[in-house]
């Protein structure tokens, strides 16, 4: 069996042949930016390539082996190991080739916001983020916390964390909403049963290659002392950073105000290029958005980020996570919560995905 009609192999064959041959021109890196570009490119071909023949090559190991097993001379079990990694392999394939929106390839940034309902909403929240934390760990993503708010006795109020890697929006994208958790609270004296939600925001991560216009006089910084663990030099250098934008909505007319702040080093330069990254980033998420709404590929499934929509609850105690948009469910509560999401993803991707590419 073959599926290289399904993930169009022989057109991406000679796609990345031709790309190729644009970075052995002598001047090609001279323009940085657009040979970044050129390099990701080429790069993602590739992983496409190398992903279709590793499945091809183990289906021919998996034939092979099945002509051992009438001649006795491999187990059964081997041969259903075999066919396991063999539908591992064709899942994420089919996952990627979900994915053909430009954004979809990018990094993203994660920002997870505990709701009302203290302590337990802000441990709520620190569980969503080890999750988030585990998943891209699994999936071999660079993560780095570029801002985090702790709770007040346990837990934490906020957490920006920037997830550096290719598809990584595509795949996150999914988990944009508001999750409910429902369990016997540690936190409650009487023991009692208890509701709390966290609300989670992603927008896609844009790179040096991607051009975002922004209005140096719509920007103002603030510098202030970066608390938590560390040495003496701690709350003595103001190495955090607080960006504000003035931002005006092109099509609306609506003024807002973008803050963003930024403790990730102890480098208030580098902090400052951070913050700046973050700002690019949800500028270009919001052009994004607007022209996914005009050419009507807003998934109708995804709801506006407020604290009624929710869009997957945890129930502990009942064993249970279920995603209300898609109906998919799983009693693996542990599994969920060390960052098994993929079940989740997929089943998103499998719903939403096809509705961005019709127009």
Same mark, same amino acid.
């Given at each position: ?28 890196? +001279? ?22 023949? /590793? ?47 430009? /954004? ?49 006795? &346990? ?5 920006? $964390? ?26 409650? &004296? ?19 290659? $991607? ?5 140096? &006089? ?42 963003? /702040? ?88 499998? +719903? ?8």
């Amino acid at each position: 069996m073959r599926w290289g009609g399904i993930f169009d192999i022989d057109s991406k064959r000679v796609e990345v042949e031709e790309e190729e041959l644009r970075t052995h021109v002598p001047d090609f890196w +001279e323009h940085q930016k657009e040979a970044q570009a050129q390099m990701k490119k080429v790069k993602e071909l590739h992983q496409w390539i190398d992903g279709y023949d /590793e499945l091809d090559k183990a289906v021919g190991e998996l034939q092979l082996a099945w002509d051992f097993l009438k001649e006795g001379l491999v187990e059964e079990s081997e041969l259903d190991a075999m066919y396991g990694d063999i539908m591992t392999k064709l899942e994420a394939l089919e996952l990627r080739n979900m994915l053909r929106r430009e /954004e979809d390839s990018l990094g993203a940034v994660l920002k997870i916001n505990s709701g009302a309902g203290g302590t337990e909403s802000q441990d709520w929240a620190s569980m969503l983020m080890r999750m988030y934390l585990r998943w891209c760990e699994a999936k071999g993503y660079k993560t780095s916390i570029a801002n985090i708010l702790e709770g007040d006795e &346990a837990g934490i109020k906020s957490v920006t $964390i920037e997830v550096d890697g290719s598809f990584a929006y595509g795949y996150l994208k999914s988990e944009n909403g508001v999750h409910r958790l429902v369990r016997v609270s540690p936190y409650n &004296a009487q023991g009692k049963r208890m509701t709390s939600f966290a609300s989670v925001f992603v927008t896609p991560l844009v790179d040096d290659t $991607i051009e975002v216009k922004v209005d140096p &006089a719509l920007l103002s910084w603030d510098t202030f002392r970066s608390g938590g663990a560390g040495g003496q030099n701690v709350n003595k250098v103001e190495s955090g950073v607080r960006l504000r934008y003035q931002f005006t909505d092109p099509y609306t007319g609506e003024k807002e105000e973008i803050l963003i /702040e930024n403790t990730e080093t102890r480098d208030q330069p580098k902090n400052k290029e951070n913050a700046m990254r973050q700002l690019r980033s949800i500028l270009y998420d919001k052009e994004l958005q607007h022209r996914l709404a005009e050419q009507r590929k807003i998934e109708d499934g995804k709801m506006k980020i407020e604290w009624g929509s929710q869009i997957r609850s945890y129930v502990f105690d009942d064993r249970r996570v279920k995603d209300h948009r898609t109906n998919w469910q799983t009693s693996d509560v542990n599994g969920v919560m060390d960052g098994d999401l993929d079940g989740f993803i997929k089943a998103y991707l499998m +719903e939403f995905a096809g509705e961005n590419d019709n127009n």
